[in-house]
């Protein structure tokens, strides 16, 4: 038996209580994870009565991720029974449900739990979480997987209250009010507004897709998986892997993520191509055709990918309303040109306020640092997870990191098993508190606005990608990058206090 010094001398283990807040795709894999190392005591907080997060909020016709479903699942839980190539919703949410059964992690969450606050106690050096009913609950460790579209954006748009149908955001779909033969009018031309009216074309007695700015579409075919390829999934996850990790799917990951970074890149001109032919070769009018074109380049705005809009919105039930809005009315939606355009139900497909995060919780941490404060005039966070003056409090898909250029799953994998080397000091009892030095964010923050301007993000249009400032908010470097730079944390980013 070694009998060192050192060895004497070592601190006894420590088991952490350890908080997660949300039950959506990244607690998930918080919970597994921390569940499996069977060291320290858990619980997941979650406001609804079950999981999901975004893939429970979200039921909308025409649901499907972007992402191919193979690349959109845990690197630890591969899925051979998709039904296509990209999945629809229904599926990815009994998907999560099935790993929640599969993985026994049920009994850790505390359903029906919002939070209201998360307050850091810098003499107890504990943090304080109370929920909507007033509770408090003590933890050494906060693991905020809050999500990143979650707060539905409702538009300021004069008489919306005097509409005289049915009328929802898109994230709060009502399904019990009838579609078919009615009259639709959708408003939004990001992702969920183009699946949206590819899903009812035929269904409305007319259907209007209103939009300020049309979107450039990138074709995406999405092919079911016959019995036959589930059974061969089923009998060799190999064939997984070739699709999530072969040089097809990376191979288009790397041409992506280089076209944004370098809004000059041939990558991007290449996207641009693409998505100019898609609508040249796709749209037979040509008034319907340039009302179409976009007056921004290629993936400004949140690409698109759909195999079908193009052909939908050429339905003779179906048209196109490019242009703003001056106001709704009882029977419809009035544009700026004096067209009315009369529906019965009017769904509002205008995207969430995407530089929440964490908030409303209130989060206060050493010194009675706010949290809201420190992201005023936006948020920040180093590689998407950890902040100055916050000890043990991490964060999943925070903000600055890479959503909407790779699958958010990868991410969050990547991220936690970075948050997890941040804990083991604090579970070996080296230290009391784990926290990133100010100096890291801001040289962080200076790389990253320098960056940030140059991708095709900033190149000129307005997108939920810009902060408050009109700086790009998402990841600005390569996927290669990102994996580097969550390998392994330095520890001269950090304060390690005893």
Request: aromatic residues 10%; glycine residues 8%; contains cysteine.
């Amino acid at each position: 038996m070694d009998t060192s010094a050192s060895t004497l001398a070592a601190p006894a283990p420590r088991r952490l209580r350890i908080a997660i807040i949300g039950a959506g795709m990244a607690g998930i894999l918080a919970a597994i994870r921390l569940k499996e190392a069977g060291t320290h005591e858990l619980v997941v907080f979650e406001k609804a009565d079950r999981i999901g997060g975004t893939w429970r909020e979200n039921t909308y016709p025409g649901l499907t991720c972007d992402v191919p479903a193979h690349a959109y699942t845990y690197s630890f839980a591969p899925n051979p029974d998709w039904s296509s190539f990209l999945a629809p919703g229904p599926e990815i949410q009994r998907y999560f449900e099935d790993v929640v059964r599969r993985y026994a992690i049920a009994p850790l969450i505390r359903f029906g739990c919002a939070i209201r606050s998360c307050r850091f106690d810098d003499t107890r050096r504990l943090w304080t979480i109370t929920d909507d009913q007033g509770r408090d609950d003590d933890f050494d460790v906060v693991i905020a997987a809050t999500g990143v579209l979650h707060h539905p954006s409702m538009p300021a748009l004069p008489g919306l209250g005097e509409f005289a149908g049915a009328c929802f955001h898109s994230a709060r779909w009502d399904h019990g009010v009838a579609l078919d033969g009615r009259r639709i009018a959708v408003v939004g031309s990001g992702s969920t507004g183009v699946q949206i009216v590819s899903a009812l074309a035929g269904r409305a007695a007319r259907l209007y897709h209103i939009q300020r700015t049309p979107q450039w579409i990138m074709p995406m075919p999405n092919e079911p998986y016959s019995e036959a390829q589930r059974a061969a999934f089923r009998a060799d996850p190999g064939l997984i892997d070739e699709i999530r990790y072969g040089e097809h799917y990376t191979g288009l990951v790397r041409r992506f993520t280089r076209a944004i970074i370098d809004a000059d890149a041939p990558e991007m001109h290449e996207i641009e191509t693409i998505v100019r032919d898609n609508l040249e070769r796709s749209v037979r009018d040509p008034q319907l055709r340039e009302a179409l074109r976009p007056n921004y380049r290629a993936a400004c705005k949140r690409l698109i990918y759909s195999s079908d809009y193009y052909d939908k919105i050429q339905q003779p039930d179906v048209e196109a309303v490019v242009g703003a809005i001056e106001c709704i009315e009882p029977e419809g939606v009035r544009m700026k040109d004096g067209s009315l355009k009369e529906a019965d139900v009017l769904v509002l497909a205008t995207g969430f306020q995407a530089d929440r995060f964490v908030r409303p919780i209130k989060v206060r941490g050493r010194g009675a640092a706010d949290l809201d404060a420190q992201w005023t005039p936006s948020p920040s966070a180093y590689l998407g997870i950890t902040l100055p003056s916050f000890p043990n409090f991490f964060m999943l898909n925070g903000p600055t990191g890479p959503v909407g250029n790779f699958s958010l799953i990868d991410i969050a994998e990547r991220q936690w098993a970075y948050i997890e080397q941040l804990l083991a000091p604090l579970a070996r009892a080296e230290c009391a508190l784990v926290e990133l030095r100010a100096d890291t964010l801001r040289a962080y923050d200076e790389r990253r606005i320098t960056a940030a301007r140059r991708t095709i993000f900033g190149s000129g249009c307005s997108s939920w990608y810009l902060d408050a400032t009109g700086i790009p908010a998402s990841w600005p470097w390569t996927y290669e990058a990102f994996a580097e730079q969550t390998a392994k944390p330095q520890a001269g980013d950090y304060l390690f206090t005893a």
